[in-house]
């Protein structure tokens, strides 16, 4: 570093996984990386418990006005000003007010992208009119008790459950919304009902939830743009009711009359819902409903369930333009985006419990009994097993 002029470095990247050593040394380093030209700017400190405070004097003395994008993880940042050709703002772990975040917003409208995370020190974030150019905005497991949007063009957010049930301002301009409801008991009956009025314009909604107790609701308001619908129920990070009713996710599908894509992923080792039995005569149909739009639907952890057969079964009844339906019976991290069946060496498919793999081999025999049937000529149906070498159950 101390050999480096400092001339034209337009990045500078440090990801520090040690502790033992002198915080003085960082300020060093820093003094010669950020000079005139200077545009990205990255600092990770390790999770030791280190504590380190960023030198804002030598971001806000004029050698900084070029920086565009700045993250910070793990340490202290007080500013006081802001950044005028900063555009995009990370912030993980960052010691800082809500008062100093809100000095950097409001002088730095070049902003496009702003990005907080377990940012516990703020409790209150205003973003002001004035962040024109603000498109993107990202709040997770953060401490806020107000958070209020006034920039105008805000187009993508991605909050926990707890904040967009908050009065968040001016939405009126959000296409994607992604919301973690891990947290929070009973989201998606809560999405369902509520968030067609909070966010009217939606083109992209991404949810999920780990509590569910009650079924989706019927309600009259609808969502009339949506296009693109996720819908995730992690039940091993909580209380998944087995009263919960996947076919109730019917009526969430009637009100997003433009849909196109429909995912939905359910984490689970063991069902215990009610198991499909008999014959098809004895599902539940919901009539006088026609999904003309939805083009492609993934179901994610498909199992025996009675309630998710027959959703699958009303989906290819009522989907007129349904092209391709996957059932993919192990949700993993590995399936949506490539093939379980391709070449591989043992053990390289993500680790699953074996229950889940007992439920994913009663899941294909539900699959051929009673919706392979149903399946039109004209959809392409794309059914992934488990894996026959690392899912293997002794």
């Not at 949506?226 to 998944?240: H, M, P, Q």
């Amino acid at each position: 570093m101390r050999r480096h002029s400092g001339i034209g470095v337009k990045t500078f990247q440090l990801r520090c996984f040690c502790s033992d050593f002198n915080p003085s040394y960082l300020n060093r380093w820093l003094q010669i990386a950020i000079t005139p030209g200077i545009e990205k700017l990255e600092l990770r400190l390790p999770a030791s418990g280190m504590k380190y405070n960023f030198p804002c004097s030598l971001l806000f003395s004029g050698n900084g006005n070029s920086i565009r994008h700045l993250k910070l993880v793990r340490c202290g940042f007080h500013p006081t000003t802001g950044l005028g050709c900063l555009r995009t703002l990370f912030l993980s772990q960052v010691n800082i007010s809500g008062d100093q975040l809100g000095y950097l917003l409001s002088n730095s409208l070049a902003l496009e992208k702003l990005y907080l995370s377990h940012c516990k020190k703020i409790i209150c974030l205003k973003i002001p009119w004035l962040l024109h150019r603000l498109s993107s905005l990202t709040v997770l497991d953060c401490a806020l008790e107000v958070l209020e949007n006034k920039a105008p063009n805000l187009r993508k957010v991605c909050v926990d459950g707890a904040l967009i049930k908050l009065p968040l301002g001016d939405l009126l301009q959000v296409r994607d919304l992604t919301v973690f409801g891990e947290r929070e008991c009973n989201f998606v009956h809560y999405a369902r009902a509520k968030l067609p009025s909070i966010v009217p314009n939606l083109e992209t909604l991404s949810i999920s939830s780990a509590s569910e107790m009650f079924s989706t609701p019927i309600v009259p308001v609808k969502f009339l743009h949506l296009k693109s619908l996720r819908i995730t129920f992690d039940v091993a990070l909580g209380a998944f009711s087995p009263a919960y009713d996947y076919f109730s996710l019917a009526c969430f599908l009637d009100a997003c009359p433009v849909l196109e894509t429909f995912k939905l992923h359910v984490s689970q080792t063991r069902v215990k819902h009610d198991l499909i039995s008999g014959d098809s005569l004895h599902l539940r149909q919901m009539p006088e409903q026609c999904y003309g739009n939805i083009k492609n639907v993934k179901i994610i952890g498909f199992c025996s369930a009675k309630s998710m057969v027959e959703l699958t079964c009303h989906i290819l009844e009522n989907a007129t333009s349904l092209e391709c339906l996957t059932l993919d019976t192990i949700c993993d991290n590995w399936g949506e985006h490539a093939d379980r069946t391709r070449v591989h060496k043992i053990g390289e498919c993500f680790r699953v419990d074996k229950q889940m793999i007992r439920e994913a081999l009663k899941g294909l025999v539900a699959i051929e009994r009673y919706v392979v049937g149903k399946v039109p000529p004209t959809v392409k149906l794309n059914v992934k097993k488990p894996c026959n070498l690392c899912h293997v159950v002794k």
